[in-house]
């Protein structure tokens, strides 16, 4: 009896031991999950797709099975994305009665608004009407423009001088809108000789996302032009090197009448975020929330456009570093942590959906978030997690100055890891935990570095470390705990501009520091989503949820909108910023 006794107080404290041990993230369960969502067989997992749909099927299915209650709709959040556009039938071209053909002769562009111009031509040069310190430039002085075509060429009359003045006024955008505010009814676009060489339309590119040019917008070849200047004595190729060769704006109004009909329909697909949540155990601080995601989204097939580093190639773009290994690690923290017992505050598993197409999934979660956002504490961001340079030896944990506490938690965690963990303090990064940010939550964005295989179609499974990747994991999921688990929230604080630089290629002499809604929900303007403290908005009384409807008096619809008003300020300068908010249109006097 006694030794049957003791043989149960030993299993029992066999049991109890086992019991006892952590679980931790699993190299085994990492590849699983890779290694299906970057096959082949969900080519590249492409945001509206029916093998993206299968990913976040998978995605769901394994935190379902993990012990999580799905949230939103059972488990998706749906959102639209513009993946692609459609001429229609009624695309017409016509200059007195002489007619031309599509995609051939001309185009439309992809932002171009459907409609129908009958009205004479203005050329108007290079369509600029800048006034800066370094140039002054008017294409419009002397002409009438009002209810009429305006053609003029693409980039800019100093094709050889990479530091031009004119630079950040020639993206097409801006000039489509200079010649709108002219009273223009629509705009044709000639690619000059010292541009491009070959006399070719340019591709319909997708910008994904829903803002038309306001007018319809079409490019024609050269020889298409050479046809409507012909009664000028001007050839175009003449007057692109006339213009370039003086330095002098060069207008006139053609002879004769275009009519010309443009149909541009965009093509949408549903995508899905994937939620689910792990409740919290404490009943005082499960109504406080962190958010663990990633995006599980990639490039499809690649091909122009699709940001791929290979355009030329139409291949299986499996993005296993990039984001495969992120969502992996999304959904062993989820089993680890379900395992382990849910933890004080309750936590939010993510895999966004189209971070290629501009961080549109978390931008779209944090404006329609399951709970309130004022209840999200924290937000941990993996993106790019399985690839390990040796010699580097490192990750970066970028965020660590979005909380007074960032810092302190990490170097707690950091002691016997094989790798160093670099501390980034900035807020904003071009990843998903960016709309975290500019909504005031701390952030913490884990990343193992970019790679040459980044966005290519060798972007695979086998070129991962998944050992390295789970003591990361390890790492992050320490890190959680301790957020979670803790008597009080993290502290936010600003660290690093809101502004999201450089989205739109462009460089502004002046900022209003704020983070614009890049994903052009609001169809009424444009809306703040984060003011920059002590930056010129915040001075002049502006606050996020702010709409901008206007600078200066002219019209802001847009992002390219904002950016091309903000481009025509100068530094010191003192405007006007019509914003509507609670309904309420509200003047603000804001000095840059």
Do not use: C
Request: a negative charge; glycine letters at 8%; aromatic letters at 8%.
């Amino acid at each position: 009896m006694k030794i049957l006794f003791i043989s149960f107080l030993g299993l029992f404290l066999t049991f109890a031991t086992v019991a006892q041990q952590p679980v931790k993230i699993s190299p085994d369960e990492l590849k699983k999950h890779v290694g299906f969502l970057a096959s082949d067989s969900l080519k590249g997992r492409k945001p509206g797709t029916p093998e993206a749909g299968v990913a976040a099927r998978y995605i769901l299915r394994n935190l379902l099975e993990a012990g999580l209650e799905p949230l939103s709709n059972e488990g998706f959040q749906y959102f639209d994305v513009v993946t692609g556009v459609d001429l229609g039938e009624k695309n017409t071209f016509a200059f007195e009665e002489n007619p031309f053909e599509l995609m051939t002769d001309f185009v439309p562009l992809a932002f171009s608004s459907s409609g129908a111009v009958d009205a004479p031509v203005v050329f108007a040069g290079f369509g600029f009407d800048m006034n800066q310190d370094s140039i002054e430039w008017n294409d419009y002085a002397g002409i009438n423009v009002e209810g009429k075509w305006v053609m003029f060429f693409r980039a800019d009359p100093e094709p050889d001088n990479s530091e031009s003045a004119f630079i950040p006024f020639s993206d097409i955008r801006s000039k489509i809108l200079t010649a709108k505010d002219k009273g223009a009814s629509g705009v044709l676009l000639i690619t000059p000789k010292s541009m491009e060489k070959e006399d070719k339309l340019m591709p319909l590119v997708v910008e994904n996302n829903e803002v038309t040019a306001g007018i319809p917008a079409i490019n024609i070849t050269r020889a298409t032009a050479d046809q409507l200047l012909r009664s000028t004595g001007f050839p175009v190729d003449s007057l692109d090197a006339m213009i370039i060769r003086e330095k002098q704006p060069k207008s006139f109004e053609l002879n004769g009448t275009l009519s010309a009909v443009t149909e541009v329909n965009q093509e949408k697909h549903l995508t899905v975020n994937v939620v689910a949540m792990l409740k919290g155990s404490d009943p005082e601080l499960s109504d406080q929330y962190l958010v663990v995601g990633g995006h599980y989204d990639h490039l499809g097939m690649g091909g122009p456009n699709s940001g791929s580093r290979m355009p030329d190639t139409n291949a299986v773009h499996n993005g296993a570093d990039d984001n495969a290994s992120g969502t992996a690690m999304v959904i062993e923290l989820a089993r680890t942590l379900a395992a382990q017992g849910a933890p004080a505050r309750s936590i939010i598993f993510v895999a966004f959906s189209a971070e290629e197409m501009g961080l549109l999934g978390s931008k779209y979660f944090v404006d329609n978030a399951p709970v309130p956002a004022n209840a999200i504490k924290a937000m941990f961001n993996f993106d790019m997690v399985g690839r390990f340079d040796k010699e580097k030896n490192s990750i970066s944990v970028s965020g660590t100055g979005t909380s007074v506490e960032a810092d302190s938690i990490l170097l707690r965690y950091e002691k016997d890891l094989p790798f160093t963990v670099v501390h980034s303090p900035d807020g904003y990064g071009p990843s998903d935990h960016a709309a975290f940010y500019a909504a005031n939550i701390p952030v913490f964005y884990f990343n193992t570095g970019v790679h040459t295989d980044y966005h290519t179609p060798f972007d695979d499974t086998n070129l991962l470390d998944f050992d390295s990747e789970a003591r990361l994991g390890d790492f992050a999921l320490a890190v959680i705990e301790s957020v979670a688990d803790a008597p009080n929230s993290l502290v936010f604080q600003e660290s690093g501009s809101k502004v999201a630089s450089g989205r739109t290629g462009r460089k502004l002499k002046v900022t209003l520091g704020i983070m614009p809604d890049f994903a052009g929900s609001e169809k009424k303007g444009l809306r703040v989503d984060g003011v920059t403290s002590g930056k010129p908005a915040e001075r002049g009384g502006m606050i996020k949820g702010d709409v901008i409807t206007s600078i200066n008096g002219l019209k802001v619809e847009n992002i390219y909108e904002y950016m091309s008003r903000l481009s025509k300020l100068k530094h010191g300068q003192t405007i006007t910023v019509e914003v509507l908010r609670d309904d309420k249109v509200e003047v603000l006097l804001i000095q840059l």
